[in-house]
């Protein structure tokens, strides 16, 4: 099956501080990749749409400034956590859509994301 | 919207069956089935689309009713390996392929 790398698997940073996520797809070209934010014992829970060469659409809820989405080729989009803090400690995933029109969403391996 | 997961949790011994339903009050495209280890990302199970389909892979198995917007995943002939947390991921009729995760099945299968 197709491969989607997510980069850190592990990271964890001073409160204030920001953090980019990676998600990358090795092997096919995503033209939309999502973002998920899981907390422990919970679901996933959808954050935003990102799309190739448009903004993000971002679920209600989500603070659009407070987690940036970029999405600047059709293999990589990035998750940038800024000011972070404690609360915002979870397990971040990523999902990418082959743009050939495939409909399996291929997942990323997660980040944790520890704040102090 | 979350789709309603049931059960929230069972436990099983190697070679049981069980059955995971997930529930949606909304129209749906398709609907997904993950399973999930502990500190892992989810794994792809299955899809199945609107029409009413069922589809097997090994010994799991699912079926999608459509007008009922409910999905059932059948797990035969349980193995350890089966232990995990399973979740549905439903699409909805606007075929965006968006999904949205039910609250998740706790699966823990033992000797």
């Known amino acids: 099956g197709a491969v989607v790398s997510q980069h850190p698997s592990w990271v964890i940073c001073k409160s204030g501080t920001s953090v980019k996520i990676e998600c990358r797809s090795l092997d096919f070209q995503a033209t939309t990749m999502f973002w998920y934010r899981q907390f422990p014992k919970q679901s996933l829970m959808l954050m935003a749409t990102s799309n190739e060469g448009s903004k993000a659409t971002y679920e209600q809820g989500v603070e659009k400034d407070k987690f940036l989405i970029n999405h600047a080729s059709l293999t990589l989009s990035t998750l940038t956590v800024t000011s972070a803090h404690p609360e915002d400690s979870s397990f971040y995933i990523c999902?990418?859509?082959?743009?050939?029109?495939?409909?399996?969403?291929?997942f990323g391996s997660g980040t944790q994301l520890s704040v102090l | 919207q979350q789709p309603v997961q049931s059960p929230q949790a069972v436990i099983l011994r190697e070679g049981e069956d069980a059955v995971i339903n997930c529930s949606s009050s909304?129209?749906?495209?398709?609907v997904h089935w993950y399973r999930q280890k502990h500190g892992e990302a989810p794994v792809f199970l299955m899809i199945l689309l609107k029409g009413g389909e069922q589809k097997g892979h090994e010994k799991i198995s699912a079926s999608f009713n459509e007008k009922k917007q409910q999905s059932s995943l059948y797990l035969t002939a349980s193995q350890l390996s089966y232990s995990g947390t399973y979740f549905c991921?439903?699409?909805?009729?606007?075929?965006?392929?968006?999904?949205?995760f039910g609250s998740g099945t706790r699966l823990l299968v033992r000797p």
């Open positions: 999902s990418a859509l082959e743009g050939t029109g495939n409909e399996k969403l291929f």
């Open positions: 909304k129209a749906l495209y398709s």
């Open positions: 991921g439903t699409e909805g009729a606007d075929s965006s392929y968006k999904l949205i």
